[in-house]
């Protein structure tokens, strides 16, 4: 099975020069653990995840600063940049390998330099639980 | 494959009564996005995850809200009350369409009322990985 057979081509992402405040209410509203980030010109660079957020929370000592720091901080200051990726034709299982050797909950899809999709733990566990795999 | 083939038994927890600033340094200091809540008597009565923090953030107006949130909020109040639980002779494929029914990322695995370890999406997606699924 190819990673094009499962994966999410509806995606929601975020822009570098948003806040991280922006980017948790996506988040929250999205249900999702992350967010791919797409610079100016909608090229995917980084993700950000909930992960990262309460790493950025945790490193705030200053109770009174904790509460604004979403806001004061841009998604570009705390994503992890050049997400791994993943092409349309890879296999299923070398994706999962990949994932878990990253330690990494998504792969961004990319054909061509462009982004077409995502695919998450969630679709390999719905492959399982449907016998694809 | 069964669940007990696949689930981890090494759990940290978490106590009903620490605060949300206490669960986001033991969710950054262990990795994981998701630890069991406990009560005073050692019993699991929830979990809670990066998404519940960040969901609980995401609610907040402003930042005198938010830094109440972290210094006051107890985790008892933003946890996922006891979710469904998995047994450990459970069938990895069902476990897997449960997981994606009732959109978690894990289950607790309990075994005449013990909890004895946790199943996540990531353990599935290892099996996957190693083609055991």
């Known amino acids: ?66 509460g604004d720091i979403l806001e004061a901080t841009l998604v570009r200051e705390i994503m992890t940049a050049k997400p791994v990726t993943v092409e349309p034709d890879a296999d299923v299982h070398d994706a999962a390998r990949q994932m878990l050797y990253g330690e990494i909950h998504r792969l961004f899809v990319e054909y061509d330099g462009a982004l077409v999709g995502v695919l998450s733990q969630s679709d390999i566990v719905g492959a399982v639980a449907g016998a694809k795999l | 494959m069964r669940v007990a083939d696949i ?6 927890t978490i106590d009903a009564d620490a605060t949300v600033a206490d669960a986001v340094a033991s969710l950054t200091e262990t990795g994981v996005s998701a630890l069991p809540v406990v009560d005073r008597l050692g019993r699991a009565v929830g979990i809670c995850s990066t998404q519940d923090v960040l969901a609980a953030e995401g609610r907040c107006q402003g930042p005198v809200a ?18 469904t639980t998995a047994h450990p002779d459970e069938d990895v494929r069902k476990v897997a369409g449960r997981m994606l029914k009732d959109k978690v990322q894990r289950f607790f695995v309990e075994e005449q009322g013990a909890l004895i370890g946790v199943i996540s999406q990531t353990d599935i997606v290892a099996a996957v990985a190693a083609t055991r699924v």
């Open chain 2, 7 to 12: 689930m981890r038994s090494n759990l940290k």
């Open chain 2, 66 to 83: 938010r830094e109440q949130l972290f210094e006051k909020t107890l985790v008892l109040e933003i946890m996922t009350p006891w979710p």
């Open chain 1, 1 to 66: 099975m190819k990673v094009a057979d499962i994966m999410q081509t509806t995606l929601e992402t975020i822009g570098t020069e948003d806040s991280v405040a922006d980017a948790v209410t996506t988040i929250a509203e999205q249900h999702v653990s992350g967010l791919p980030v797409v610079d100016h010109r909608g090229h995917l660079v980084g993700v950000i995840s909930s992960t990262d957020v309460l790493q950025l929370l945790s490193e705030v000592s200053d109770p009174e600063r904790r």
